[in-house]
Protein backbone atom coordinates (compact mmCIF):
# COMPACT_ATOMS: atom_id res chain seq x y z
CA UNK A 1 0.00 0.00 0.00
CA UNK A 2 1.53 3.47 -1.00
CA UNK A 3 1.16 7.18 -0.85
CA UNK A 4 -2.63 8.59 0.19
CA UNK A 5 -3.84 4.79 -0.08
CA UNK A 6 -1.67 3.72 2.67
CA UNK A 7 -3.04 6.90 4.93
CA UNK A 8 -6.19 6.45 4.05
CA UNK A 9 -6.76 2.83 4.64
CA UNK A 10 -9.43 1.82 7.97
CA UNK A 11 -9.81 -1.21 9.58
CA UNK A 12 -13.72 -1.09 8.25
CA UNK A 13 -13.93 -0.01 4.34
CA UNK A 14 -17.27 0.43 3.77
CA UNK A 15 -17.98 0.89 7.46
CA UNK A 16 -18.96 4.60 6.62
CA UNK A 17 -21.48 3.71 3.51
CA UNK A 18 -23.07 0.68 5.97
CA UNK A 19 -23.46 3.99 8.84
CA UNK A 20 -24.97 6.35 6.66
CA UNK A 21 -27.50 3.65 5.25
CA UNK A 22 -28.68 2.64 9.00
CA UNK A 23 -29.40 6.44 9.48
CA UNK A 24 -31.35 6.88 6.22
CA UNK A 25 -33.04 3.82 6.89
CA UNK A 26 -33.96 5.82 10.95
CA UNK A 27 -34.74 8.90 9.38
CA UNK A 28 -37.28 7.15 6.78
CA UNK A 29 -39.09 5.15 9.27
CA UNK A 30 -39.44 8.15 11.60
CA UNK A 31 -40.34 10.73 8.53
CA UNK A 32 -42.87 7.86 7.55
CA UNK A 33 -44.44 7.15 11.00
CA UNK A 34 -44.86 10.88 11.68
CA UNK A 35 -46.58 11.22 8.36
CA UNK A 36 -48.56 8.30 8.26
CA UNK A 37 -49.74 7.24 11.47
CA UNK A 38 -49.38 10.67 12.76
CA UNK A 39 -46.97 9.52 15.59
CA UNK A 40 -44.75 11.52 18.09
CA UNK A 41 -41.37 11.63 16.89
CA UNK A 42 -40.31 9.86 20.45
CA UNK A 43 -43.35 7.54 19.38
CA UNK A 44 -42.33 7.26 15.88
CA UNK A 45 -38.49 7.02 16.75
CA UNK A 46 -39.35 3.91 18.99
CA UNK A 47 -41.63 2.01 16.28
CA UNK A 48 -38.58 2.68 14.02
CA UNK A 49 -35.92 1.17 16.07
CA UNK A 50 -38.36 -2.17 17.42
CA UNK A 51 -38.86 -2.52 13.45
CA UNK A 52 -35.94 -2.39 12.11
CA UNK A 53 -34.26 -4.75 14.82
CA UNK A 54 -37.20 -7.04 14.46
CA UNK A 55 -38.35 -7.21 18.09
CA UNK A 56 -41.86 -6.23 16.57
CA UNK A 57 -43.53 -3.96 19.18
CA UNK A 58 -45.71 -1.44 18.39
CA UNK A 59 -47.03 2.13 19.98
CA UNK A 60 -50.50 1.27 18.59
CA UNK A 61 -52.35 -1.32 15.70
CA UNK A 62 -51.64 0.10 12.41
CA UNK A 63 -54.22 0.78 9.56
CA UNK A 64 -53.20 -0.62 6.21
CA UNK A 65 -51.13 2.17 4.59
CA UNK A 66 -49.04 1.94 8.48
CA UNK A 67 -48.23 -2.23 7.39
CA UNK A 68 -47.50 -1.58 4.04
CA UNK A 69 -44.78 0.96 4.74
CA UNK A 70 -43.81 -0.94 7.65
CA UNK A 71 -42.84 -4.13 5.38
CA UNK A 72 -40.82 -1.85 3.50
CA UNK A 73 -39.31 -0.47 6.73
CA UNK A 74 -38.41 -3.75 7.95
CA UNK A 75 -36.77 -5.19 4.38
CA UNK A 76 -34.53 -2.09 4.25
CA UNK A 77 -33.68 -1.79 7.94
CA UNK A 78 -32.82 -5.90 7.82
CA UNK A 79 -30.82 -5.09 4.88
CA UNK A 80 -28.63 -2.65 5.76
CA UNK A 81 -27.94 -4.16 9.27
CA UNK A 82 -26.81 -7.30 7.09
CA UNK A 83 -24.69 -5.73 5.17
CA UNK A 84 -23.13 -3.65 8.36
CA UNK A 85 -22.66 -6.82 10.05
CA UNK A 86 -21.35 -8.36 6.80
CA UNK A 87 -18.60 -5.33 6.85
CA UNK A 88 -17.80 -6.01 10.00
CA UNK A 89 -17.19 -9.84 10.24
CA UNK A 90 -14.99 -9.54 6.43
CA UNK A 91 -12.66 -7.01 8.18
CA UNK A 92 -12.19 -9.65 11.04
CA UNK A 93 -11.84 -12.36 9.23
CA UNK A 94 -9.65 -11.51 6.20
CA UNK A 95 -7.02 -10.09 8.95
CA UNK A 96 -7.57 -6.32 7.76
CA UNK A 97 -8.12 -5.60 11.46
CA UNK A 98 -5.01 -6.88 12.72
CA UNK A 99 -3.11 -5.21 9.78
CA UNK A 100 -4.66 -1.43 10.54
CA UNK A 101 -3.52 -1.77 14.08
CA UNK A 102 -0.21 -3.01 12.93
CA UNK A 103 0.09 0.09 10.65
CA UNK A 104 -1.36 2.49 13.35
CA UNK A 105 1.50 1.27 15.77
CA UNK A 106 4.18 1.85 13.23
CA UNK A 107 2.83 4.91 12.38
CA UNK A 108 2.85 5.98 16.20
CA UNK A 109 6.75 4.41 16.36
CA UNK A 110 7.60 6.83 13.23
CA UNK A 111 6.10 10.04 15.22
CA UNK A 112 8.42 9.15 17.61
CA UNK A 113 11.78 8.91 15.62
CA UNK A 114 14.58 11.42 16.31
CA UNK A 115 18.32 11.67 15.14
CA UNK A 116 17.56 8.72 13.14
CA UNK A 117 18.77 7.62 9.64
CA UNK A 118 16.18 6.91 6.23
CA UNK A 119 17.52 4.44 4.08
CA UNK A 120 16.02 4.57 0.72
CA UNK A 121 15.85 0.89 -0.96
CA UNK A 122 16.33 -2.09 0.56
CA UNK A 123 18.38 -4.44 -2.18
CA UNK A 124 21.63 -5.92 -1.31
CA UNK A 125 23.15 -2.43 -0.67
CA UNK A 126 20.31 -1.20 1.52
CA UNK A 127 20.03 -4.58 3.38
CA UNK A 128 23.98 -3.62 4.13
CA UNK A 129 23.44 -0.31 5.62
CA UNK A 130 20.55 -1.31 7.82
CA UNK A 131 22.54 -3.61 9.49
CA UNK A 132 25.48 -1.26 9.67
CA UNK A 133 23.16 1.54 11.50
CA UNK A 134 21.34 -1.32 13.22
CA UNK A 135 24.76 -2.89 14.58
CA UNK A 136 25.54 1.67 15.69
CA UNK A 137 22.31 1.37 17.53
CA UNK A 138 21.35 4.57 15.35
CA UNK A 139 17.41 4.21 15.15
CA UNK A 140 16.24 4.35 11.17
CA UNK A 141 13.62 3.69 8.84
CA UNK A 142 13.46 1.64 5.90
CA UNK A 143 11.76 2.80 2.25
CA UNK A 144 10.93 0.38 -0.28
CA UNK A 145 8.51 0.36 -2.55
CA UNK A 146 8.65 -3.67 -3.01
CA UNK A 147 7.30 -5.21 0.23
CA UNK A 148 8.69 -8.61 -0.55
CA UNK A 149 12.54 -7.34 1.13
CA UNK A 150 10.93 -5.94 3.93
CA UNK A 151 10.09 -9.10 5.77
CA UNK A 152 13.63 -9.03 7.49
CA UNK A 153 12.81 -5.50 8.51
CA UNK A 154 9.09 -6.54 10.04
CA UNK A 155 10.51 -9.44 11.47
CA UNK A 156 12.80 -7.07 13.21
CA UNK A 157 10.09 -4.67 14.69
CA UNK A 158 12.07 -1.90 12.86
CA UNK A 159 10.25 0.79 11.16
CA UNK A 160 9.60 0.61 7.28
CA UNK A 161 7.60 2.54 4.90
CA UNK A 162 6.25 0.79 1.88
CA UNK A 163 6.06 3.12 -0.69
CA UNK A 164 8.03 5.60 -3.11
CA UNK A 165 11.21 7.64 -1.55
CA UNK A 166 11.07 10.28 -3.90
CA UNK A 167 7.13 11.39 -2.77
CA UNK A 168 7.20 14.53 -0.10
CA UNK A 169 4.44 12.82 1.51
CA UNK A 170 6.55 9.81 2.09
CA UNK A 171 9.82 11.35 3.30
CA UNK A 172 7.53 13.49 5.47
CA UNK A 173 5.90 10.43 7.03
CA UNK A 174 9.22 9.25 7.71
CA UNK A 175 10.33 12.08 9.70
CA UNK A 176 12.36 14.08 7.54
CA UNK A 177 12.14 16.79 9.35
CA UNK A 178 13.80 15.09 12.37
CA UNK A 179 16.27 12.84 11.04
CA UNK A 180 20.16 12.90 11.02
CA UNK A 181 20.50 11.82 7.19
CA UNK A 182 19.36 10.04 4.31
CA UNK A 183 20.81 7.57 2.43
CA UNK A 184 19.63 7.09 -1.45
CA UNK A 185 20.45 3.55 -2.09
CA UNK A 186 17.87 2.40 -4.52
CA UNK A 187 19.34 0.71 -7.70
CA UNK A 188 18.63 3.65 -10.55
CA UNK A 189 20.60 6.48 -10.70
CA UNK A 190 17.22 8.54 -12.52
CA UNK A 191 15.47 7.90 -9.50
CA UNK A 192 18.52 8.23 -6.93
CA UNK A 193 18.26 11.94 -8.12
CA UNK A 194 14.72 12.54 -7.76
CA UNK A 195 15.14 11.26 -4.15
CA UNK A 196 17.59 13.45 -3.49
CA UNK A 197 15.95 16.33 -4.86
CA UNK A 198 12.83 15.96 -2.94
CA UNK A 199 15.13 15.49 0.31
CA UNK A 200 17.18 18.24 0.20
CA UNK A 201 14.02 20.63 -0.29
CA UNK A 202 12.14 19.24 2.57
CA UNK A 203 15.18 19.44 4.74
CA UNK A 204 17.81 21.65 3.58
CA UNK A 205 20.18 20.60 6.50
CA UNK A 206 19.72 17.48 5.68
CA UNK A 207 23.29 15.43 5.51
CA UNK A 208 22.49 13.05 2.37
CA UNK A 209 24.55 10.08 0.94
CA UNK A 210 23.75 8.88 -2.64
CA UNK A 211 24.42 5.76 -4.43
CA UNK A 212 25.93 6.25 -8.15
CA UNK A 213 25.91 3.24 -10.67
CA UNK A 214 27.71 4.98 -13.42
CA UNK A 215 30.63 7.97 -13.37
CA UNK A 216 28.74 10.56 -14.71
CA UNK A 217 25.95 10.27 -12.42
CA UNK A 218 28.09 11.85 -9.19
CA UNK A 219 27.88 15.20 -10.44
CA UNK A 220 24.15 15.19 -11.32
CA UNK A 221 23.76 14.12 -7.76
CA UNK A 222 25.92 16.75 -6.00
CA UNK A 223 24.19 19.17 -7.85
CA UNK A 224 20.73 17.88 -6.45
CA UNK A 225 21.74 18.10 -3.35
CA UNK A 226 23.88 14.99 -2.01
CA UNK A 227 26.55 15.87 0.67
CA UNK A 228 28.44 12.28 -0.32
CA UNK A 229 27.90 10.03 -3.06
CA UNK A 230 29.37 6.52 -3.44
CA UNK A 231 29.77 4.15 -6.33
CA UNK A 232 29.75 0.51 -5.25
CA UNK A 233 32.24 -0.86 -7.97
CA UNK A 234 34.57 2.34 -7.77
CA UNK A 235 34.83 1.00 -4.16
CA UNK A 236 34.90 -2.50 -4.79
CA UNK A 237 37.99 -1.84 -7.17
CA UNK A 238 39.62 0.45 -4.49
CA UNK A 239 39.82 -2.24 -1.42
CA UNK A 240 40.32 -5.15 -3.79
CA UNK A 241 43.37 -3.18 -5.27
CA UNK A 242 44.51 -1.77 -1.51
CA UNK A 243 44.08 -5.56 -0.30
CA UNK A 244 46.52 -6.49 -2.85
CA UNK A 245 49.05 -4.59 -2.43
CA UNK A 246 48.48 -3.24 1.02
CA UNK A 247 46.56 -6.08 3.00
CA UNK A 248 47.67 -5.28 6.85
CA UNK A 249 47.00 -1.45 5.82
CA UNK A 250 43.46 -2.51 4.80
CA UNK A 251 43.29 -4.49 7.81
CA UNK A 252 43.97 -1.45 10.47
CA UNK A 253 41.37 0.88 8.48
CA UNK A 254 38.43 -1.51 8.77
CA UNK A 255 38.86 -1.89 12.48
CA UNK A 256 38.93 2.11 12.83
CA UNK A 257 36.16 2.48 9.92
CA UNK A 258 34.62 -0.67 11.31
CA UNK A 259 34.91 -0.63 15.20
CA UNK A 260 35.22 -3.75 16.61
CA UNK A 261 34.91 -6.06 20.28
CA UNK A 262 37.07 -3.94 21.54
CA UNK A 263 37.29 -1.06 19.39
CA UNK A 264 34.61 1.85 18.69
CA UNK A 265 35.14 5.03 16.34
CA UNK A 266 32.99 7.91 17.19
CA UNK A 267 32.39 10.91 15.59
CA UNK A 268 31.71 14.18 18.15
CA UNK A 269 30.14 17.82 17.86
CA UNK A 270 32.05 20.42 19.39
CA UNK A 271 29.24 22.39 21.32
CA UNK A 272 29.43 26.46 21.87
CA UNK A 273 30.50 26.98 25.24
CA UNK A 274 33.28 24.29 25.51
CA UNK A 275 36.49 25.53 26.10
CA UNK A 276 39.71 22.58 25.57
CA UNK A 277 42.65 21.70 23.69
CA UNK A 278 42.91 18.58 22.16
CA UNK A 279 45.83 17.97 24.67
CA UNK A 280 42.72 17.85 27.11
CA UNK A 281 41.02 15.69 25.03
CA UNK A 282 43.63 13.04 24.87
CA UNK A 283 43.31 12.54 28.50
CA UNK A 284 40.55 10.59 27.96
CA UNK A 285 42.84 8.18 26.54
CA UNK A 286 40.97 8.08 23.57
CA UNK A 287 43.14 8.24 20.49
CA UNK A 288 42.25 11.83 18.30
CA UNK A 289 42.27 11.02 14.99
CA UNK A 290 41.14 13.83 13.70
CA UNK A 291 38.99 17.09 14.01
CA UNK A 292 37.30 18.66 11.08
CA UNK A 293 36.63 22.27 11.57
CA UNK A 294 33.37 24.35 10.80
CA UNK A 295 34.90 25.59 7.29
CA UNK A 296 35.59 21.82 6.67
CA UNK A 297 39.00 21.80 7.23
CA UNK A 298 40.39 18.27 8.29
CA UNK A 299 43.62 18.37 11.33
CA UNK A 300 44.71 14.80 11.04
CA UNK A 301 46.40 14.10 14.46
CA UNK A 302 45.95 17.55 15.64
CA UNK A 303 48.67 19.31 18.08
CA UNK A 304 48.12 19.17 21.88
CA UNK A 305 47.60 23.13 21.51
CA UNK A 306 45.05 22.77 18.79
CA UNK A 307 41.91 24.89 20.23
CA UNK A 308 38.15 23.35 19.64
CA UNK A 309 35.30 25.66 18.59
CA UNK A 310 32.12 25.44 18.27
CA UNK A 311 30.24 23.15 15.46
CA UNK A 312 34.39 21.55 15.36
CA UNK A 313 33.21 17.49 14.71
CA UNK A 314 35.63 15.66 16.46
CA UNK A 315 36.70 11.94 15.36
CA UNK A 316 38.00 9.74 18.40
CA UNK A 317 39.03 5.93 18.20
CA UNK A 318 39.20 3.47 21.47
CA UNK A 319 37.52 1.48 23.58
CA UNK A 320 33.77 2.22 24.92
CA UNK A 321 34.97 3.51 28.35
CA UNK A 322 37.24 5.84 26.46
CA UNK A 323 34.88 7.05 24.12
CA UNK A 324 32.56 7.70 26.56
CA UNK A 325 35.25 10.13 28.93
CA UNK A 326 36.06 11.53 25.19
CA UNK A 327 32.37 12.99 24.81
CA UNK A 328 32.08 13.98 28.76
CA UNK A 329 35.05 15.99 28.12
CA UNK A 330 33.16 17.85 25.82
CA UNK A 331 30.60 18.62 27.88
CA UNK A 332 30.41 22.62 28.90
Not at 42 to 63: H, I, K, N
Not at 65 to 93: K, M
Not at 165 to 186: C, M, P
Request: with cysteine.
Amino acid sequence: MTGMDRHRATAFPGLALAVIALAMVLAYGIVGYVLIEHYAVLDAAFMTVTTVTTVGLAVRPLDGPGEVFTITLVVLGVSAFLYTFGVIVEAFGSGRWSRYWRRRAMDRRLDQLHDHVIICGYGRTGTRIASEVRAKGVPYVVIEMNPEPLESVRAAGEPLLVGDAASDEVLQHAGIARARSLVSAVDSDERNVYIVLTARSLNPQLFIVARSSFPDSVAKLERAGANRVVSPYTTSGIRMAALALQPAVVDVLDIVSGGGPTTTVEELLVPHGVSATAGDLRRSGAALLAIRAKDGTIHVNPKDSHRLEGDDVVVGMGTQEQVDALASALRP
